[in-house]
């Protein structure tokens, strides 16, 4: 089953993930507050997209975790 949370296959190519790339690009520190502010979109939206709003809480979840240095990817 595809984990929409944690690895969604339309953040990867062939070889890197998208958060990954982003680092090389503009440095970690701004990648993990790129991820605190994400984390408060998908808070904000939560209710607003779908009646179960479980996958925003947990995308949520994970962009905080990242942007305190905490992979979430790690977790496997």
């Not at 979109?41 to 997209?49: E, M």
């Amino acid at each position: 089953m595809t984990d929409m949370v944690n690895s969604p296959p339309h953040y990867r190519d062939d070889e890197i993930e998208c958060i990954d790339a982003m680092v090389q690009v503009f440095g970690q520190e701004a990648v993990q507050m790129y991820a605190r502010i994400n984390s408060f979109k998908y808070q904000w939206r939560q209710y607003k997209k779908h009646d179960d709003p479980s996958e925003d809480i947990n995308k949520a979840v994970w962009y905080l975790r990242y942007s305190q240095g905490d992979d979430p990817r790690n977790d496997k």
